[in-house]
């Protein structure tokens, strides 16, 4: 006999999964194949708890462990909400009920509280923490009838964070916002846009999630709320993929925001903000998931990102969450590999160059020019980028016209015709010695691309870390997209995590995000007290919006908390060294897999003095290179430079050597203008967000001699 129930799995049952001994979580998966293929076999040993909720029951995976589960007869529908060792599992399951919202129809997972209500407790509650909130109110924000006396009751900000796990997850997320001090309409505003409907997908008609709210768990099984914490098992290959890795939980569950941007149907480009550890990425990849379900097979799509090694992990990524066919239709390429294979394949024969060969060339180019003016070479070198190559103005007619904002030393027009001999110069020499910089080679490769007839072949371009990237490169990537159309091009980013000092406007590139953009909000990686101050970094730096807005960042929250950040100042290296064995040995002692701990530096020297160090201490070490993923089947304490961990993150991170003149490095700071060196101070500021913000747990910061000027 087919069957016809459905069985779901909630994250809670994930998190309780990961942490069972190797073996039982293989009896586990076996016994949840079995589970799905028939839950009413005799060997399921389905049986009724004395709990709170009817629905509540137990089933057998051997002598000593047991699940829990929900199961709704009327709809045929079983949620697997909790596994562990028989005592625990009972103990936790004593209390639990599992229901559909009267208000929102999502799904929830929470204890039931006894708090008698009484004319003395309504007074009480008037200065609690959600006590000045209306029944109706605290109704909207999700809150269960029955639960609204509990939470009326606590008293503060620590007493809620601790009863985080006997709240529904929705609840709690709701009324943190509320408990940050935002208000109540704005949060309910935020929660209706993010469950509201998606427009219709390419001329599919999508039915709405805001069915009328019954009781039936298959119908709240489809509610975009409960897809946060639910997923409904469809077959044995999804089954043992999810549970290969339970606590990647970003490959399964979504977000209603993130469900929605994932979905949705643009009309033409869109724009993705977000600070540290909100999903950008996670997004971006599923955008690319879902795109690549719905084109034909002969399309593909372009997902870049800007450096090598990001377009490695996402690779590593896109291969957990993705079919093979889906793979087959995903291009992965870092901008400038895209750009060198491009201009290769036509038969371009200029060589991109980078670093110090470009400075010398600039450095031969002041020399060749015999200009008047008295600036270094690098000056020259930042108005090129900074100026020239935006704004295309590779004539002296047009660098005499040209905008110079946000540049600090003054220029007539006679100094321009000055400087022009420099960058005549510069071009000479690329010419002469078949070099490019990767600004000149993307306005050739656009030029190219144009002039060859080149027919695009993606039908849709995805942009991680946007931010990034030059106008070069987004005029460029709007020249191989074509013209506007729908979902043509999908940019994720963040300004507060700019480290390699572009500075790109959308809409002077030609793509128009203007009523096409999202905020992500939720910080699903660090803590709340690892997020505060490593945002306080940025305190009085206006950031923008990858266009001609600004980017405040103040929305982003975490629902997860922990201890701040530890700061430590040693006398000299060999004390920092001491107390960084003694922090990974408490943390072995805790149980914490090496491979969990990454040592954060500034320079490349710096991580190979580190690595040298810690393997001379018996540790086994892992680098983190360019232009290669993090490898987790080797174990070993990963170790990398500030640069190399953005968009990795790791349970436990330190950042040693957190000295003066190191961070900020010395080194990186432009001194040719006042405004480039203040925004190498913010780049360096940016580099020090990023690295802190890696960590789940918890982050360290040590210093030794005299601290970094960033350190609060």
Known sequence: MENTATVAISSD??????????????????????????????????????????????????????????????SSVYLLLWVDHHDEAYEWAKRKTCRVNSKTGALQVFDVQNIEVTEETKVSTTSTLFGGLTKDVMIELGAPQDLIPFLKSIPDKDTFNANKDKLPSDVYENFSWIAEGFDPKEIIDMIKADTSDTEPDQGETEKSESLLVTEDFSVALKNSESKKSFVVIEGEEELRRIMAEPLEKWRVFLHPTQRKIVQKNYKGSARILGGAGTGKTVVAMHRAKYLASKINDDERILFTTFTANLAEDIKSNLRKICTLEELHKIEVINIDAWVMRFLSEIGFSAKIEYGEEIDKLWDRAVVNSLSELDFPWSFYKDEWNRV????????????????????????????????????????????????????????????????????NKYAHIIVDEGQDFSDNAFRLLRTVAGEERPNDIFIVGDSHQRIYNNYPTLSRCGINVRGRSS???????????????????LNGISFDDLDDG?????????????????????????????????????????????????????????????????????????????????????????????????????????????????????????????IAERESYTAEKCLLYVALTRAQKRAYITAYGKKSEFII
């Open 13 to 74: 049952f994930l998190t309780a999964f990961s942490k069972l001994p190797r073996q039982i979580q293989g009896k586990v998966t076996e016994f949840i194949n079995k589970f799905r293929i028939n839950p009413k076999s005799p060997g399921i040993n389905l049986e009724k708890l004395p709990s709170i909720d009817k629905n509540i029951r137990s089933v057998r995976i051997d002598n000593t462990y047991r699940g829990i589960v929900s199961y709704q007869e009327e």
């Open 388 to 455: 020239v190559i935006p704004q295309e103005a590779l004539s002296l007619e047009k660098y005499v016209k040209a905008k110079r904002t946000g540049r600090g030393v003054r220029l007539d027009r006679k100094k321009r015709i000055e400087v022009w001999k420099v960058f005549d110069a510069y071009l000479s020499l690329m010419k002469e010695e078949q070099i490019r910089d990767i600004n000149m080679a993307m306005y050739e490769c656009s030029k190219l691309f144009t002039s060859s007839g080149t027919k």
């Open 519 to 537: 905020i992500l909000k939720i910080n699903y990686r660090t803590t709340e007290e690892t997020r505060r101050y490593a945002f306080a970094l």
């Open 550 to 674: 600004v980017d405040l960042g103040d929305k982003c929250r975490s629902l997860v908390h922990g201890e701040a950040p530890v700061v430590k100042c040693f006398a000299d290296a060999n004390e920092e060294l001491c107390y960084l064995n003694d922090c990974i040995s408490d943390l072995q002692d805790r149980c914490v897999p090496l491979k969990n701990i990454c040592i954060v530096a500034r320079t490349n020297q710096l991580v190979k003095d580190y690595s040298a160090q810690l393997t001379k201490s018996g540790y086994s070490v892992y680098q983190i290179k360019r232009s290669k993923a993090d490898d987790l089947s080797h174990d070993g304490i990963r170790i990398a430079t500030m640069h190399r961990v953005k968009g990795l993150e790791f349970q436990y991170v330190f950042i040693v050597s957190a000295n003066n003149r190191i961070v900020p490095l010395e080194s990186a700071i432009d001194q040719s203008d006042p």
